[in-house]
């Protein structure tokens, strides 16, 4: 057994965060980016004490992909600071599935993930997902089985993950190889990102943004706009 106490430890803080009411408006993450607005003087709780959101919806659809969050697919509102930052986590992430020779997918960044109320506040973000209700084509099972192996790319036509929002969502449900895959991308993103002597300026070589605005709710959240939800 390895003690957490003979890993290095890092210049960073990492907070995890398992969000409430997604499904309904993203209430539980943008009452998160509220209260960090709030809390302008309360350090550690602050909301420029972030540096980047990773976000993990969706890790082992049955009949996954391996989405990495496409900086190029930002909403055109987004404010430009959060740009470089997330374009260079998206690039981390390709790298990372690259090099373990596994296929990778672009996935939006639309409206329909708790990454939108940071992304909108100018922060950078990232992260990895195996599908929800959206359809895999035929030539995206294509892709996978010219590297995984005959037999292995899915099934072309059908929805990503079969069960998304449906009774029969259970840990029966799960692919457990694509779910390793996805913990091992997440793993390697933190260490990489953690050892960084200047996470602040790999992300933000321009400087970030010093006034916050109140988030404006009927702006954020659009489910339209996401494209793999349905």
């Known amino acids: 057994q390895t003690s957490s106490n ?27 980016v509220e209260q960090a607005i709030l809390n302008s003087d309360k350090e550690g709780e602050r909301f420029q004490d ?9 890790l082992a659809g049955p009949n996954y992909r391996f989405g990495i969050h496409d900086s190029a697919m930002a909403p055109t509102n987004t404010p430009p600071v959060a740009l470089n930052g997330t374009s260079r986590i998206t690039a981390l992430f390709r790298q990372w ?22 992304l909108a506040n100018g922060l950078a973000v990232g992260g990895v997902n195996t599908g ?5 084509t035929p030539t995206e099972r294509d892709q996978y089985a010219a590297i995984l192996g005959t037999g292995n ?9 079969p069960c998304y929002h449906q009774q029969c ?62």
């Open 169 to 230: 969502d259970r840990i029966r449900n799960i692919n457990p190889f694509a779910y390793e895959k996805v913990v091992k991308a997440a793993a390697y993103a933190i260490e990489y990102m953690g050892r960084l002597n200047d996470l602040e300026k790999w992300l933000y070589p321009q400087g970030r943004s010093k006034r916050l605005e109140p988030i404006n709710r009927s702006q954020l959240y659009n489910t339209q706009n996401d494209l793999e939800l349905y």
């Open 132 to 136: 929800a209700g959206g359809i895999k």
């Open 153 to 161: 790319g899915g099934i072309a036509n059908a929805a990503f993950d």
């Open 97 to 118: 599935f690259t090099e373990q020779k596994l296929p990778w997918s672009n996935a939006s960044l639309g409206g329909g993930s708790d990454y939108v109320p940071f």
């Open 50 to 58: 972030y540096l980047l959101n990773l976000n993990y919806d969706m």
């Open 6 to 32: 003979n890993y290095p430890t890092y210049p960073y803080r990492v907070r995890f965060c398992w969000w409430g009411a997604e499904e309904i408006g993203l209430l539980g993450s943008i009452h998160h």
